[in-house]
């Protein structure tokens, strides 16, 4: 599964982080690989 991340601020930092701490439970119960495909963020986020 490909995903992207809107705004890369409190929410979204947190978002990918746990995503990226439970990928394992996450996929094992989608039946499916989690991959991050774009993080979208204001230029000064980054």
Known sequence: M????M????IGSGVKEV????RAQIEK???ENIEI???LA???HI
């Open 19 to 22: 995503l990226d701490m439970n």
């Open 42 to 44: 204001r230029k000064e």
């Open 2 to 5: 490909k995903i992207a991340i």
């Open 29 to 31: 119960k989608g039946g």
């Open 37 to 39: 495909k774009y993080i």
């Open 7 to 10: 705004g890369y601020g409190t």
